[in-house]
């Protein structure tokens, strides 16, 4: 049994605005996605740069079985932004096109609404009609239609509403019967029904599961969106630049996605402000701090002015009365009132001298004009290490208010790491945890997510923060695990989703004081290395040589396939858990340096490697059931031709990396410890909320002194199997139902199930 005392008068910390979401458009989370425009490629800019297999036709394909062409020409286009454009040019009979979506299909539904709409233009000898339908791609049963004549030879946009006549997946059709030329772009189709009405709006049934989850803010447009592409914000390619996401959606230029796609700008930096509003999130927007560590180009500092101004602007955007210049642009745009903003972020998981020499032009010129707004410094995506450290000391020196935090490791690295955030310095900058997950979307993992957020939740150092990715639609997948899943027609929350909902719905004001009591023994499980040692190159040849292992003298020999060496020696198959193993590596051809395994077991591995990522860093991660969790980071580079002298020392749980004598890292692998169960609470007017995770195979009753006369009592619980998934097929699978409780004076019980999140409210 466990004993739990809350202590509802005893106030630990505020929590503000602990719990909010991370967008990004990643998994087409955006373009085919929350932004409900249904046609694919609608003004024909999709382009090798953004995607190898892309063409300007990509997502259209000829419809009518007339005599014609269609082709993309940039030759008048409707504006500099938007050069591409099609054209059809009939012989005779009939000719257009099709577009079937994002998902191969248009989930039409019958007594809907949908407004199409394009720029269009013709030859003059063209007066024929255009037939707009909405037609089964399988079959050709129609579900509606409408038509209209091309008016003019200069562009102009038609619009019209075609209502369902019957639920079909289709694709959209715009033929044209006769002979001449016509001439069409940005061709749209959306749903009359979005979320909230909005035109240009968000697809309704994925916005009602974010504004469902209750989320105090918004981390918006990513990741590494943000500052992954070319620094000319002219480019195609550039990083994402906030004013090139505002105005009229014809008049965005199209950008490449850098998650391998295009991306339209549809939804733009006034769409997410008004979306946040829409939700009852506040807007945290991130923007590029002048260098992109993926290339490694920085903007030279006599240059950083136009960054820092678009940072001044943004906030004005969000802020500023109509007297201001982009706050009038903001009112022209159809939002008078500010939107207000109390968040910004500079710079998304940079690693590099280059970023934390560019930030504090930033922080200098926004606290100078906007002393409130809170600044959110970076450090880095792991962690751990050099350049996480680099961040937090940035954030130290130059006042920054928060440091975003990203990790995505181990469900059991979560466990092990349940007291990180009671050692940070309360006094100091507090912590964004911008990004996490455990990679996987079973209830485990999302237990393992849950028993962390309560230690977030007590910490009273983590200010912020949001699970990632949050979006995935299913037939574009960059990354997984990912929140909520989608495809054309639905939508569904996993696991994971509904952990952050719970915690979301219970958040509360204040943080009390909780203590719980057990009789039960809290398990360990160790992680020290046991196993056995691999060398390994990845499309890269080396060569290892003067390899000992506690002093003993060994050669080894090499194997490949697909682009992987590996080098094995009978002295490194041999099980080991405490060790010396030295050795010198020479890079001799290819583009990264070199990996060492060890404790090898059925299930686990760790891994050292040196030159990794882009030939970047060097890297300690552990591999716990096939989960990457990074254990220490610094950057480092392997030179061809160079020696290297290489020395890893184990022994029981720690680990010692050296590299030519100079110790590059040096850890203590944390075991994951099973507490019997973890708590949190917290309280908001008469409202006492107690969040208990319990991980364990077996159930556990709970007796609850609240400290407080209770006047009702109430109990969710997310529970299961430990592999247990939700899919397109079973939605609700692991999903919160009500847990029968009793309570009596300030007691109150509940039976908790194994492998359960129990979320308890109580009104006094
Ligand atoms: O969430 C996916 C990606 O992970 C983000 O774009 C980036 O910030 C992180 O590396």
């Known amino acids: 049994m466990n004993r739990i005392t809350v202590f509802p008068d005893k106030r630990l910390h505020a929590l503000g605005d602990l719990y909010g979401i991370f967008f990004e458009d990643i998994n087409h989370a955006a373009d085919g996605g929350l932004y409900a425009e249904m046609v694919r490629n609608r003004s024909f800019e999709f382009d090798r740069i953004d995607n190898y297999s892309y063409d300007h036709l990509t997502g259209w394909e000829k419809a009518g079985g007339g005599e014609f062409k269609i082709w993309v020409e940039s030759v008048h286009p409707i504006n500099e932004n938007n050069l591409n454009y099609l054209a059809i040019d009939?012989?005779?009979?009939?000719?257009?096109?099709?577009?079937?979506?994002?998902?191969?299909?248009?989930?039409?539904?019958?007594?809907?609404?949908?407004?199409?709409?394009?720029?269009?233009?013709?030859?003059?000898?063209?007066?024929?009609?255009?037939?707009?339908?909405?037609?089964?791609?399988?079959?050709?049963?129609?579900?509606?239609?409408?038509?209209?004549?091309?008016?003019?030879?200069?562009?102009?946009?038609?619009?019209?509403?075609?209502?369902?006549?019957?639920?079909?997946?289709?694709?959209?059709?715009?033929?044209?019967?006769?002979?001449?030329?016509?001439?069409?772009?940005?061709?749209?189709?959306?749903?009359?029904?979005?979320?909230?009405?909005?035109?240009?709006?968000?697809?309704?049934?994925?916005?009602?599961?974010?504004?469902?989850?209750?989320?105090?803010?918004?981390?918006?447009?990513?990741?590494?969106?943000?500052?992954?592409?070319?620094?000319?914000?002219?480019?195609?390619?550039?990083?994402?630049?906030?004013?090139?996401?505002?105005?009229?959606?014809?008049?965005?230029?199209?950008?490449?996605?850098?998650?391998?796609?295009?991306?339209?700008?549809?939804?733009?930096?006034?769409?997410?402000?008004?979306?946040?509003?829409?939700?009852?999130?506040?807007?945290?927007?991130?923007?590029?701090?002048?260098?992109?560590?993926?290339?490694?180009?920085?903007?030279?500092?006599?240059?950083?002015?136009?960054?820092?101004?678009?940072?001044?602007?943004?906030?004005?955007?969000?802020?500023?009365?109509?007297?201001?210049?982009?706050?009038?642009?903001?009112?022209?745009?159809?939002?008078?009132?500010?939107?207000?903003?109390?968040?910004?972020?500079?710079?998304?998981?940079?690693?590099?001298?280059?970023?934390?020499?560019?930030?504090?032009?930033?922080?200098?010129?926004?606290?100078?004009?906007?002393?409130?707004?809170?600044?959110?410094?970076?450090?880095?995506?792991?962690?751990?290490?050099?350049?996480?450290?680099?961040?937090?000391?940035?954030?130290?020196?130059?006042?920054?208010?928060?440091?975003?935090?990203?990790?995505?490791?181990?469900?059991?690295?979560?466990?092990?790491?349940?007291?990180r955030y009671f050692n940070y310095d309360k006094t100091g900058p507090k912590v964004f945890l911008g990004e996490y997950a455990s990679w996987g979307n079973t209830l485990y993992n999302a237990l393992c997510e849950a028993v962390y957020m309560t230690a977030l939740e007590k910490s009273g150092t983590v200010a912020l923060a949001c699970y990632a990715p949050l979006l995935a639609n299913s037939a574009y997948v960059n990354w997984r695990p990912d929140l909520i899943w989608f495809d054309e027609k639905s939508v569904f929350g996993s696991a994971n989703y509904y952990v952050q909902k719970l915690f979301m719905a219970h958040q509360g004001k204040y943080e009390v004081l909780c203590e719980n009591e057990s009789e039960d023994e809290t398990d360990v499980l160790s992680f020290a290395p046991n196993g056995t040692i691999e060398l390994e190159t990845v499309n890269t040849k080396a060569r290892f040589y003067d390899l000992k292992i506690d002093g003993e003298a060994f050669e080894v020999s090499e194997s490949e396939k697909d682009g992987r060496r590996v080098y094995k020696s009978d002295a490194l198959e041999k099980k080991r858990e405490s060790f010396v193993l030295e050795m010198k590596a020479e890079e001799i051809e290819g583009i990264r340096g070199f990996t060492i395994k060890f404790g090898m077991s059925e299930n686990i591995y760790y891994r050292w490697e040196i030159g990794g990522w882009q030939n970047q860093d060097s890297v300690l991660c552990s591999h716990i059931n096939g989960r990457e969790s990074v254990l220490a980071h610094e950057l480092k580079s392997v030179e061809r031709g160079r020696e290297y002298d290489i020395r890893l020392e184990v022994c029981g749980n720690a680990v010692e990396c050296f590299i030519d004598g100079v110790k590059i890292h040096s850890v203590k692998i944390l075991p994951a410890v099973i507490r019997p169960i973890y708590t949190a609470a917290s309280v908001e007017e008469d409202k006492v909320y107690i969040k208990a995770v319990n991980i364990k195979g077996t159930p556990r009753l709970c007796e609850i002194e609240t400290n407080c006369d209770i006047r009702s009592a109430e109990a969710e619980v997310l529970t299961g199997e430990p592999q247990d998934m939700n899919s397109f097929e079973e939605k609700e699978k692991v999903s919160p139902k009500a847990l029968e409780i009793s309570f009596s004076g300030s007691v109150v019980k509940a039976q908790m199930p194994p492998m359960s999140l129990c979320v308890i409210t109580v009104k006094r």
């Open 90 to 419: 009939v012989a005779a009979g009939e000719g257009g096109v099709r577009n079937r979506g994002f998902n191969g299909k248009m989930p039409i539904k019958k007594g809907e609404e949908y407004i199409f709409s394009f720029y269009a233009r013709r030859v003059k000898n063209f007066k024929s009609d255009v037939r707009i339908t909405l037609v089964s791609a399988e079959n050709g049963e129609k579900a509606g239609e409408a038509s209209l004549k091309i008016t003019g030879c200069d562009w102009k946009k038609y619009e019209g509403v075609i209502k369902a006549e019957k639920s079909l997946p289709c694709a959209l059709e715009i033929v044209a019967e006769g002979e001449g030329r016509i001439y069409f772009d940005e061709i749209s189709l959306f749903p009359k029904r979005t979320f909230k009405g909005r035109k240009n709006g968000m697809r309704e049934d994925i916005a009602l599961m974010l504004k469902e989850l209750g989320p105090k803010f918004m981390r918006f447009p990513g990741g590494c969106l943000v500052h992954d592409g070319s620094l000319d914000k002219n480019a195609r390619d550039s990083l994402y630049r906030w004013k090139n996401t505002i105005g009229g959606v014809e008049k965005r230029p199209a950008r490449r996605n850098n998650w391998g796609y295009n991306q339209t700008l549809g939804l733009g930096f006034y769409e997410y402000f008004l979306f946040c509003e829409d939700i009852g999130a506040k807007p945290l927007p991130v923007l590029p701090g002048a260098y992109n560590p993926h290339r490694k180009d920085a903007v030279p500092l006599d240059e950083l002015d136009e960054w820092v101004e678009d940072a001044l602007d943004l906030i004005e955007f969000a802020r500023g009365g109509e007297n201001t210049k982009y706050g009038k642009i903001r009112a022209e745009l159809g939002h008078k009132e500010p939107f207000g903003l109390e968040y910004i972020a500079i710079g998304n998981e940079e690693v590099g001298d280059e970023f934390f020499e560019r930030y504090p032009y930033f922080h200098k010129a926004i606290k100078e004009k906007y002393p409130d707004i809170k600044i959110i410094g970076t450090s880095g995506p792991f962690p751990c290490g050099g350049e996480f450290e680099k961040g937090w000391r940035s954030a130290r020196e130059n006042g920054t208010d928060i440091v975003d935090e990203h990790y995505y490791v181990s469900p059991e690295w979560f466990l092990a790491n349940y007291d």
